[in-house]
């Protein structure tokens, strides 16, 4: 009885030691929900704090939960967020967490097109830019304007630039967007209903207008076309 006893207690022991020779299990963080960078109220009276409440703090955040947990476990885990959307755009097959990777890519994205005290005009290379491209300011207003309003039902209004410096405005479905065609767009414009509902109900035409004159950072646009053309 006694070997007996001994032996188990030294089997323990040894399987303690393989257990603890074993490599600790890789955590890969989950890809956060941004924070908008500013206050949730900085934007009024153009885009209230409900409307951001509600739009970030409960679609967005939704789109970044349920991208996490269909991503956990499989070869994405651990991926950039860019990489998740264009792997899961999967060469226009979309996998199922296609639309929640890119609709996280597309809301950020959204969120830092816009400041307190925005719009105005652009100005410096891009503003030579976009008269080269549409051939005047208010040109390229009434071009993103009209694809914002004419995107039917959900989507998105972008403005794109290639290398050279060339400009063009796109509208893409649902949670489609530039990237996943290897596209650098430089602003984009939500015209999803909940984007607008609460500020201005089902007036999308007014929302872009507030949008475009009140809200672009264009300092923010400006950056951006510099890293596209660099």
Same mark, same amino acid.
């Given at each position: 009885?006694?070997?007996?006893?001994?032996?188990?207690? +030294?089997?323990?022991?040894? %399987? $303690?030691?393989?257990? !603890?020779?074993?490599? /600790? *299990?890789? =955590?890969?963080?989950?890809?956060?929900?941004?924070?908008?960078?500013?206050?949730?109220?900085?934007?009024?009276?153009?885009?209230?704090?409900?409307?951001?409440?509600?739009?970030?703090?409960?679609?967005?955040?939704?789109?970044?939960?349920?991208?996490?947990?269909?991503?956990?476990?499989?070869?994405?885990?651990?991926?950039?967020?860019?990489?998740?959307?264009? +792997?899961?755009?999967?060469? %226009? $097959?979309?996998?199922? !967490?296609?639309?929640? /990777? *890119?609709? =996280?890519?597309?809301?950020?994205?959204?969120?830092?097109?816009?400041?307190?005290?925005?719009?105005?005009?652009?100005?410096?290379?891009?503003?030579?830019?976009?008269?080269?491209?549409?051939?005047?300011?208010?040109?390229?207003?009434?071009?993103?304007?009209?694809?914002?309003?004419?995107?039917?039902?959900?989507?998105?209004?972008?403005?794109?630039?290639?290398? +050279?410096?060339?400009?063009?405005?796109?509208?893409?479905?649902?949670?489609?967007?530039?990237?996943?065609?290897?596209?650098?767009?430089?602003?984009?414009?939500?015209?999803?209903?909940?984007?607008?509902?609460?500020?201005?109900?089902?007036?999308?035409?007014?929302?872009?207008?507030?949008?475009?004159?009140?809200?672009?950072?264009?300092?923010?646009?400006?950056?951006?076309?510099?890293?596209?053309?660099?």
């Amino acid at each position: 009885m006694a070997f007996t006893t001994t032996s188990k207690i +030294a089997g323990r022991r040894a %399987g $303690a030691g393989v257990a !603890a020779r074993r490599p /600790a *299990a890789v =955590v890969r963080a989950a890809i956060a929900l941004k924070d908008p960078p500013y206050a949730l109220d900085a934007l009024e009276p153009h885009m209230c704090k409900e409307t951001l409440e509600v739009h970030w703090g409960k679609h967005h955040r939704a789109y970044v939960d349920n991208m996490n947990k269909q991503i956990a476990g499989t070869d994405l885990d651990g991926k950039s967020l860019e990489q998740v959307v264009v +792997a899961t755009w999967n060469g %226009g $097959a979309p996998t199922p !967490a296609f639309n929640n /990777a *890119a609709q =996280v890519w597309n809301h950020t994205f959204f969120w830092e097109s816009m400041k307190p005290g925005g719009g105005g005009l652009p100005s410096g290379p891009l503003a030579a830019a976009i008269d080269a491209s549409f051939g005047s300011y208010d040109a390229f207003v009434t071009e993103f304007k009209a694809a914002g309003a004419t995107q039917f039902g959900s989507g998105w209004a972008w403005l794109v630039a290639d290398k +050279a410096g060339k400009l063009t405005i796109s509208k893409t479905p649902n949670a489609v967007n530039p990237v996943v065609e290897g596209k650098t767009p430089i602003l984009t414009v939500d015209v999803w209903e909940h984007a607008y509902y609460i500020d201005a109900r089902n007036r999308r035409p007014d929302y872009l207008t507030t949008f475009v004159d009140k809200l672009v950072d264009w300092e923010a646009v400006g950056k951006r076309f510099a890293a596209a053309t660099a």
